[in-house]
């Protein structure tokens, strides 16, 4: 097997996936030892609808040295604190997802189960009074944890940011640290005879590029890993019914919110991204039960403000391929697979991806073992993200339209079908191995669709019930008295962060 170091990387597609690969390989891979080039073609663009994320982006941007301030300048960049979710168990129903727990546990117990015992002695308080970043959201409130105006009640954050500005951003970096840049559409791929590895691209010029290792960013086509290797593609569409998108920018207006906000339509769910300089909206829907052009209406029809642009009608099948990483050759962003925005996945699968490269790092021998791990490990993560968008729809209880419908009755995973069962017998999340949310991520959703336990833990009659009263009580005043001390959101964006006029 040769062990010989990579001598040359080559990334073929630009946009997020490209040129956050291409910016982690330059941050790591010492300067002048490995050859690495990022090759896009301007005809064919990018996505370009991923703007938000979750708090493990603040990781990943610590990692290549960004300023907060400029990189959110940059990029028109606002705060996210989680994800308000309307009409989903039921029209008229709002629950939030934020980015924190409901409290620290309580002689060894989930603060939930707390919160189950005085819901079954009548106790009206919502779920959420108890989440930090769930008022602070409410009250279109936000101050840095680390700030000197922030909180002392730990929470987590993420952003929301111009998809667009944030690859021009991370292009800079890399090339400013050595990533060479070739402009050009890749027309064809040459494949080894000896063992079917990839030997070289062909530009539409007629130029030959050859590499050691490959990283597929290409999309939804897959030009390296599908077209060329032909890795295969695992479907989930009944499971995850949406296969279409339409998204527009539109003007900023209507509240300024530290939160992504998810509505429910009779054919699948809308999102709305507020940015500095304008607000991301789109409509995820399935085309078995809605036109383009009802899609289409419905967008537009539930805007806060003028559209920007013409909408752009975006297909995919959710899913992903059998094999993210083919002989020399590795798919990262859409060409590696498609799980849909719900929970503002797509930047994270492309940061984790990138991050067991890192750790998988191959020579030329690309050793098989290694490369069927990495698989593995990163089957089981998309199962986990999987389940956990599934909870969304299966969790309901709309039979107002033939989405909802199918969605009431479809059979889940089995995987997800142990969590559900767990959870209404004991109140307890049974996590498994490569999660990318945790207990009060799920809590959140279980919770707030109307998935109850059928008991509490009975370890906690132990506590008087006065007493757990007077303390979760304490935490609402905590909660209350710190949120009213914070800024706006739009008054923090403006001061720390703001793009002039």
């Not at 691209?201 to 050859?210: F, K, L, N, Q, Y």
């Not at 990495?374 to 709309?398: G, K, M, P, Q, W």
């Not at 209404?424 to 490569?434: H, K, N």
């Not at 707030?448 to 303390?471: A, W």
Request: proline share 5%.
């Amino acid at each position: 097997m040769n062990r010989e170091r990579l001598r040359r990387i080559l990334i073929v597609g630009g946009g997020t996936a490209g040129w956050m690969a291409a910016a982690v390989l330059a941050r790591f891979i010492p300067r002048g030892t490995i050859e690495i080039e990022l090759v896009e073609s301007e005809e064919i663009g990018t996505v370009g609808v991923g703007e938000a994320t979750v708090p493990a982006i603040q990781a990943f941007n610590a990692l290549l040295g960004f300023d907060e301030r400029d990189f959110l300048r940059r990029t028109q960049g606002t705060f996210k604190l989680g994800i308000e979710f309307r009409d989903w168990s039921r029209v008229g129903n709002r629950h939030f997802h934020g980015f924190g727990d409901y409290g620290d546990l309580i002689e060894g117990i989930s603060p939930h189960h707390h919160w189950l015992k005085l819901r079954a002695l009548g106790e009206p308080t919502p779920l959420a009074d108890y989440s930090f970043p769930a008022v602070a959201a409410r009250a279109l409130k936000f101050a840095r944890p680390a700030a000197s105006d922030a909180p002392a009640l730990p929470f987590k954050y993420a952003y929301h940011f111009d998809a667009a500005l944030y690859a021009r951003y991370l292009k800079e970096y890399a090339i400013a640290h050595g990533v060479r840049h070739r402009e050009g559409r890749v027309a064809g791929t040459d494949l080894r005879s000896t063992d079917g590895f990839i030997d070289a691209v062909r530009m539409a010029d007629g130029e030959r590029v050859a590499a050691d290792f490959f990283i597929d960013a290409s999309g939804f086509r897959g030009l390296l890993i599908e077209e060329a290797l032909h890795a295969g593609y695992v479907d989930w569409t009944h499971w995850l019914p949406c296969d279409r998108a339409v998204a527009v920018p539109c003007e900023k207006s209507g509240a300024f919110t530290p939160f992504t906000m998810s509505t429910a339509r009779a054919a699948g769910w809308q999102w709305r991204i507020p940015l500095q300089h304008r607000t991301g909206n789109g409509y995820v829907y399935s085309s078995r039960y809605c036109d383009d052009d009802q899609a289409r209406s419905t967008l537009l029809g539930n805007l806060d403000g003028a559209p920007l642009a013409e909408p752009r009608i975006l297909k995919f099948t959710t899913g992903h391929r059998r094999k993210f990483w083919d002989r020399n050759c590795l798919a990262v962003g859409l060409s590696a697979g498609f799980l849909e925005p719900l929970e503002s996945t797509s930047i994270l699968l492309i940061q984790t991806a990138i991050a067991r490269l890192i750790e998988f790092f191959p020579d030329r021998g690309f050793d098989s073992r290694m490369v069927d791990e990495f698989n593995r490990l990163t089957f089981s993560e998309y199962e986990r993200v999987r389940d956990f968008l599934i909870l969304h729809y299966c969790a309901t209880d709309r039979d107002d339209s033939e989405l909802w419908r199918y969605c009431r009755a479809m059979p889940v995973p089995d995987s997800l079908q142990r969590k559900i069962d767990v959870f209404r017998s004991c109140g307890r999340v049974a996590l498994q191995s490569e999660e990318s949310f945790f207990e009060p991520s799920w809590v959140a959703i279980f919770l707030g669709q109307h998935v109850y336990p059928e008991r509490y833990d009975p370890i906690i009659d132990r506590i008087e019930t006065e007493k757990l009263r007077r303390g979760m009580q304490q935490r609402r005043e905590a909660i209350a008295r710190t949120v009213s001390a914070m800024p706006s959101h739009e008054e923090f964006v403006a001061r720390y962060c703001g793009v002039p006029a």
